[in-house]
């Protein structure tokens, strides 16, 4: 399994611009999510989805847009980049029913907005 | 809402044991997670405690206090790759999505 894949890596944009940052994974999970940390700071929740067709707002949604159109892929929108959106962006999914409630986070995209 | 705490910065000898604090404000959850996040890197999950108590696995365990609304991470013979962020967070009621603290950087020393 490939796991929780996201592209790309990095990403500089001038303010302005839109832009898709891509999720996937490959483990049937039903919740996927998307979070935003800032430097020294934790992971605050952007947007989210129990399942495809599914998608609600976590704390920061303003400037993102979400769709789940198929259970492996959880794209998000960056609308209108302004520079407060430089930030690390990670995607994560989970099995819904799991005792644990084990996230598995991809490796990021580093968004530089000018 | 939902709202938690940790210390910004603990350090520690290799060898010893450190305990991260997280304590929480919240109407309601299932449980509190524990995560690691070396720098530069994805966030790997730890620990989890849906119930009070200790949960042990390897040289790391976590406590649940509800009733003290507050939690702690447990790290024995640290080891230099130990140095890391950790990050607790709550697992909300609704939908199951989950809040994070801000995380604490653990630094190891020789």
């Known amino acids: 399994n490939a796991g929780v894949t996201q592209t790309p890596k990095f990403q500089v944009l001038k303010t302005g611009q839109s832009m898709t940052l891509q999720c996937a994974q490959d483990m049937n999970h039903e919740y996927m999510s998307w979070y935003r940390q800032d430097p020294g700071m934790g992971l605050r929740l952007i947007h989210y989805s129990v399942g495809a067709g599914i998608t609600d707002q976590g704390e920061v949604p303003n400037g993102y847009n979400v769709s789940r159109s198929t259970t492996e892929d959880f794209p998000l929108r960056l609308l209108s980049a302004a520079p407060s959106q430089t930030s690390v962006y990670f995607c994560a999914s989970k099995r819904l029913a799991e005792s644990t409630d084990t996230q598995y986070f991809g490796p990021g995209t580093r968004l530089t907005v000018l | 809402g939902q709202s938690l705490e940790q210390p910004s910065e603990v350090t520690a000898v290799e060898g010893a044991i450190v305990q991260i604090n997280c304590t929480y404000q919240t109407s309601g959850f299932y449980g509190l997670s524990w995560y690691q996040q070396h720098d530069g890197g994805a966030p790997t999950f730890l620990s989890y405690n849906a119930l009070d108590g200790l949960e042990e696995t390897g040289r790391f365990s976590s406590f649940l206090s509800r009733s003290d609304s507050y939690g702690y991470l447990l790290l024995q013979e640290l080891q230099m790759k130990d140095s890391a962020s950790y990050f607790c967070?709550?697992?909300?009621?609704?939908?199951?999505?989950?809040?994070f603290g801000d995380g604490t950087t653990l630094t190891v020393k020789p």
């Open positions: 967070a709550l697992q909300n009621t609704n939908a199951g999505k989950s809040t």
